[in-house]
């Protein structure tokens, strides 16, 4: 059923017989070592451990497995502890991190190792946090996965390749886990990708057959693509991939479909732009762009990029608001910066704007109204239209950027804790070709080109 | 319980001993000359009859009784032959007018003679036509309203100083019969517009107590004001009052109540403004107005304005799918011309739009609309949103007069009948200054200064 451009993916995506058993020595002399320095058993997971790692992604985690005794603190404090006696042992350097609670990342020996401790549980019911359950799914997937190892590296470099792989929020796209199932629940890269390609929103994967019937699954999951996990059938795999992203796959299945090609398998290389060539855009597009730039909070990206999003649709609301056409937006987080830009239609507004007032029937509102505005010289109102009063008053922003400048206006709106936090510290607001800078030159240069992934493969395909 | 400036206002307006006794006798003449030209009997109906007509406005309504045995067909050519019969004996002048069916308006001896046929029924019940009705307000009235003629006289001289006068669709305000039953219902104007000023939406007159409870009576009717006509308990006599006209006539009457002062039973005399007074108002405004401009429909305002306005909206509605923002619009039907304004903040936007796509799912416009989009070279797109496609297009109207222009495009609108046919006869997309013209200085002056009623008073008042 593989065809010639799938066969030619595999022999590059298929880790050499070397990689494999390196990858996997390394993973033993951790475990023993874990042995060794906290005296508690430890298990490989992830691709790796699965035998379903794409050529050069080896990156080793090595889950601590801890009695469930212990309190979370001694857990917190004596993984941590036994992290970094690993660490130390092999000499490698390390970084903590923080997921439900701390761990090390670590590089020994040229490889990435996360050092994750959990509780070591005897089934998912027993689960004292998230990360207790990662060994099962290795597990699980050890137990079943067998011979559609390939069909599993073909789907990982398929959604690689139409960047939509990636389970976090940035991303918002398939995990390793997930193109795992699908494969087993479909039986193989081929008989996936053409089921893939005919999918709507609703579909759902059910492998161990936990729900009767789909409709109830309806109900209890809200996601575009539901894949209950059989290691626990309270949890959607596919709950972080954003209909956006399981929209573009459904298109990438089906345009393939029609038309296989290895550029589906190769992710489209990154562009950037140049200020010059920025700012003739915008003169090209007559647009006004703003933004609002600040620093990068220091946290990962699964907890910024949602919050920026967020403080970008209500400053979309507040320009709204004042009559402001905003044409498009978007965020950016870059490693010292973050930005959100506004690209407007119109920028300045003339200075009058209607504004609306209370019900004739209220009286003191009302009265208060009347009074306010009824000497107003070149302005018309109050006058009454239904049963409410309106005026002309002067527009309070006859500029986007003078909103935007306004802090404890833009305060008002709903922004996440730390970009909020970060913009307290100070923000600027940018115009035009002040906006470009070599951290976002990537980011401009793909929001002025924002295409799908399926649209931008068809372009390669046809040279356009 | 009346004050000194209401003692005043009556003196102006109660007609004179003259005045009456000449009216009435004229009145008596055509009821007589009816008799003899078509062999019918008639009444007179209107404000002359029942002796609550405001000095100088003389209008004698006669209606001539047919009996119900003939055709509506009949009834209109008989009617219209004994109408032109009377205006002959008296040597008057005569023009056709059209409501339900056609009537003559006429001029005899200076006064302005209306000679409407209708059906000479037993009670409502039998009507068979709408102006069957109108003898039946007038029975009514002169059996009811005794001794408070002067109150009524007093309502509609404060109704008409505060532009709230008159039940035609332009107006949208009170009439004649409608300030009698108020009055009625009230016991006097002090004690009407005491009341009134602390009305609300839904008030309820029901002077015969018709209905058992109010609510029932707000199922029905959903006008705001509801007087049930005494005549016919299924009419509401307020149901041509709009919305607007009630809550201005509310501020008016709170407003009186709080500081009576003479200048509510005065009309506000009409302002007009020179082009280039014109020109300087749109230049400190800083907005764009452009206009439609097409011939006045050969119908009454009745008619043609409620067209203009639904015009209005379905154009605006137009412009904003457009993006163009509109600050305010407005109609107005002049003797010759009819025009539309819409002041917008913007009349010019950069050449790009958002188009939203089909869902993805939808195969065939799916591949179709990513076919059309495909090869866009400066423009964003097609990408996914949801489960949608979006792409940049080039916008079609980069300037809101080529919309206007446009007329295919404008006819797709929901225009009414008759300015519709007009406006397909042709019409002009006027912009700036050249929207001024003699015919409608009054009308822009007045859209400049709108103002509710009450406020324009307090602006006299005040001297403001």
């Known amino acids: 059923m593989r065809n010639t451009i799938e066969e030619e993916v595999l022999k590059r995506v298929l880790p050499s017989d070397e990689e494999r058993r390196d990858v996997l020595a390394m993973g033993q002399r951790l475990i023993q070592t874990v042995g ?18 794409v050529r050069g ?5 090595i889950f601590m497995l801890f009695p469930t005794e212990i309190s979370r603190e001694e857990l917190q404090e004596k993984g941590l502890a036994a992290a970094y006696g690993v660490v130390e042992k092999f000499q490698g350097t390390s970084e903590e991190k923080y997921a439900e609670h701390p761990y090390l990342k670590a590089i020994i020996e040229g490889y990435d190792v996360d050092l994750v401790p959990c509780y070591h549980v005897a089934s998912t019911a027993e689960m004292k946090c998230a990360v207790d359950r990662t060994p099962f799914h290795t597990r699980y997937m050890l137990d079943h ?9 073909l ?12 389970s976090d929020h940035m991303t918002g796209g398939f995990s390793g886990y997930l193109c795992e199932l699908l494969i087993l629940a479909y039986g193989g890269f081929t008989q996936f990708i053409e089921a893939a390609s005919k999918f709507r929103f609703g579909e ?7 729900y009767p019937d789909k409709k109830s699954i309806r109900k209890i999951f809200p996601e575009p693509l539901i894949v209950i996990d059989p290691t626990d059938k309270n949890r959607n795999v596919a709950a972080a991939l954003t209909p956006t992203r399981f929209s573009e796959f459904m298109e990438l299945a ?15 290389a990154p562009t950037t732009m140049s200020k010059q060539d920025f700012a003739a855009m915008l003169e090209k597009r007559g647009t006004a762009m703003l933004a609002l730039s600040f620093k990068t909070p220091g946290y990962v990206p699964d907890t910024v990029v949602p919050q920026l999003r967020k403080t970008m649709e209500s400053v979309k609301t507040q320009l709204a608001a004042e009559e402001f056409p905003v044409h498009r937006a978007e965020v950016s987080m870059g490693p010292d910066h973050c930005i959100i830009i506004f690209e407007l239609l119109a920028a300045t507004l003339p200075k009058i704007i209607v504004r609306e007032g209370p019900p004739v029937w209220v009286h003191e509102n009302a009265d208060k109204f009347v009074e306010k505005y009824l000497g107003q010289k070149d302005n018309a109102g109050p006058w009454i239209a239904g049963d409410r009063y309106f005026t002309e008053v002067e527009r309070k922003y006859t500029n986007a950027a003078d909103l935007l400048k306004d802090s404890p206006k833009l305060f008002t709106a709903s922004l996440g804790k730390h970009v909020r ?8 607001v940018l115009s035009g070709e002040e906006i470009w800078s070599i951290e976002f030159a990537g980011f401009l240069s793909a929001y002025f080109a924002r295409r799908s992934h399926a649209v931008r493969k068809l372009r390669t395909i046809q040279d356009i």
């Not at 992604?57 to 985690?61: A, N």
């Not at 067998?146 to 599993?152: A, I, N, T, Y």
């Not at 759902?204 to 936990?210: L, P």
């Not at 089906?254 to 489209?268: G, S, T």
Request: hydrophobic share 35%; proline share 4%.
């Open 57 to 61: 992604d080896k990156d080793i985690d």
């Open 155 to 166: 789907l990982k470099q398929f959604t690689k390749g139409g960047g939509v792989y990636g």
């Open 36 to 53: 060794e320095v906290a005296g508690v058993p430890a298990m490989m997971t992830g691709s790796v451990a699965r035998g379903t790692w």
């Open 204 to 210: 759902v994967v059910d492998i161990e057959g936990y």
């Open 254 to 268: 089906r345009d393939y479909c029609a038309a296989p090609h290895e550029c589906y398998f190769i992710p489209d």
């Open 421 to 428: 936090l970060s913009m307290e510290d100070g923000y600027d």
């Open 145 to 153: 996965i067998g011979s559609l190892r390939e069909d599993v590296l």
